[in-house]
């Protein structure tokens, strides 16, 4: 078909050969024109635009063969033109140069796939240049449209590795790879409290997939839920610290991870149950005596309260106990004599209950012979006037006498919340065999204690039987038990009491 392409021109030439124009600017060999079949001449040459490849370009026709014919005068009968092959100039195709270009994707099936593009047909050498695996190298030849595709063995690559091309047309190539983490399919909550308390400095620990990005849900009692975004890391793990607040109920934690899935965990927020104790009722009083008291137990713990006056009915009331665990009250007995009955029942700290002898107090045995004080002339009433305290050096309370007191005395004094504890009173010179008569464990009273460094105050009081009407001593140990480094510690205060 190539061979005729000439014969066809010259014809062309010569049905319109007065069609040819001298072209306005210089027509080159295989220049781009726009029509085919069209011809110009310029520098003294034809040219015809014809299809070459997939363009239009200028070929050159001999100038033998472009000559117009010219018609004779006379008309003939139409010549016939015997084609005659024009001489085309070619040009070898030029390939232009693509610089390199290198990238991989991760296979999960297999190995990482690497591609590299560029020149067409260019040959690369391709090789590691850092890498903590055992290297590769080899050559690759790209395909007519610039592009090869291969694998790299993951032993060769390592964990990380530096890739480069080195093409001989179209330059130089680098890709740095990474071995993929390998994927957590769940997600954990280690070391989450089982019962924490209110107050309580908590942490806990969301492990899951290397760089995963978590969502963290967390709902305390009575507040609404919030929300956070968590990233596990290079470590794939994340500690959390949290200050439980002061309400108890239940507390949830909730994670949410793209690639590790999700976990929700929860637990109880409750204060440490204390046993419920009643503390400061004297075992025996007298009508119209005052005195202080108190229930404890679990903090905010709901417990009914039931107290029995002597001649009364009980009164029955529902309290709740402080953050601290106790309630205080002051009470004054009336004018009755007869048995004070104090009981309560809570709901975590169990029940506990007092009885007191209003006015029934029996005479107390001393367990060894007391010096009696010079005896005095009793009141008209028989009622004996005067009291007095005497006790060794260094007793934590006030000594001496007072007028008028009979048959009311106490012992009270202040001591420092850090160290105090519960006192004992004891009628008898030691606590092994003497009566146990009073307890208290203290109530905070800075404005009755002058000393701020020791604003626990008590009380221990006890009653002189109103029927011992001439003078008298009597023979008591005070014993103050406290808690030091885990062991219990005691001090015992001997004291007489004097009635004259």
């Known amino acids: 078909m190539r061979r005729y392409l000439p014969s066809a021109v010259a014809l062309l030439i010569l049905i319109s050969g007065t069609h040819s124009v001298e072209a306005a600017t210089t027509i080159k060999v295989g220049g781009t024109c726009t029509k085919a079949g069209l011809i110009q001449r310029s520098a003294g040459k034809s040219y015809v635009c014809a299809k070459k490849g997939t363009k239009l370009a200028w070929v050159l026709i001999s100038p033998a063969e472009a000559k117009p014919v010219t018609p004779s005068a006379i008309p003939d009968p139409a010549p016939v033109v015997t084609p005659t092959p024009i001489a085309l100039e070619t040009q070898a195709p030029i390939t232009p140069k693509i610089p390199a270009g290198l990238s991989y994707l991760e296979n999960v099936l297999g190995e990482p796939l690497f591609t590299i593009v560029g020149t067409p047909n260019d040959i690369c050498q391709i090789a590691t240049t850092q890498t903590n695996g055992s290297g590769v190298k080899q050559a690759v030849t790209l395909d007519d449209f610039g592009k090869y595709q291969f694998t790299l063995t993951r032993n060769g690559l390592g964990t990380n590795a530096t890739v480069q091309a080195k093409c001989s047309k179209s330059g130089e190539a680098l890709v740095v790879y990474q071995a993929p983490q390998p994927v957590v399919k769940s997600v954990s909550i280690n070391n989450f409290p089982t019962a924490p308390t209110p107050g309580q400095v908590v942490k806990y620990q969301i492990i899951g997939t290397v760089d995963d990005e978590c969502t963290q849900e967390n709902t305390f009692p009575g507040s609404a839920k919030t929300t956070k975004t968590i990233l596990l890391g290079k470590t794939g793990a994340i500690e959390a610290t949290i200050t439980i607040g002061s309400t108890t109920g239940l507390w949830q934690v909730g994670v949410i991870c793209k690639l590790s899935g999700s976990k929700s965990v929860s637990t109880q927020i409750a204060y440490v149950t204390v046993a419920?104790?009643?503390?400061?009722?004297?075992?025996?009083?007298?009508?119209?005596?005052?005195?202080?008291?108190?229930v404890r137990g679990t903090p905010l713990d709901t417990c009914q309260l039931t107290v029995t006056f002597p001649g009364q009915t009980p009164s029955i009331s529902t309290i709740t106990l402080s953050t601290a665990g106790s309630v205080g009250y002051t009470t004054t007995l009336?004018?009755?004599?007869?048995?004070?009955?104090?009981s309560v029942a809570c709901t975590k700290s169990g029940n506990a209950s007092a009885v007191s002898n209003v006015g029934a107090a029996s005479t107390p045995t001393p367990t060894s012979a007391p010096v009696a004080p010079a005896p005095t002339t009793p009141s008209a009433s028989g009622r004996l006037t005067k009291i007095c305290v005497a006790a060794d050096a260094g007793a934590p309370f006030p000594t001496g006498c007072q007028t008028d007191t009979y048959p009311f005395w106490s012992l009270s004094f202040c001591s420092p919340r850090s160290t105090s504890g519960a006192w004992n009173l004891h009628l008898g010179?030691?606590?092994?065999?003497?009566?146990?008569?009073?307890?208290d464990s203290g109530l905070d009273s800075p404005s009755?204690?002058?000393?701020?460094?020791?604003?626990?105050?008590?009380?221990l009081g006890d009653m002189i039987p109103t029927r011992v009407t001439t003078a008298q001593s009597f023979l008591y140990l005070v014993r103050w038990a406290y808690i030091l480094n885990g062991k219990v510690v005691t001090k015992d205060y001997p004291v007489r009491i004097s009635v004259s």
């Open 334 to 342: 009336g004018t009755r004599t007869g048995l004070l009955s104090t």
């Open 448 to 459: 009755i204690c002058s000393d701020p460094s020791k604003p626990l105050w008590i009380t």
């Open 276 to 294: 419920a104790s009643i503390s400061g009722i004297p075992v025996s009083m007298v009508p119209g005596e005052k005195f202080t008291w108190a």
């Open 429 to 439: 010179p030691d606590a092994t065999s003497a009566t146990l008569v009073s307890k």
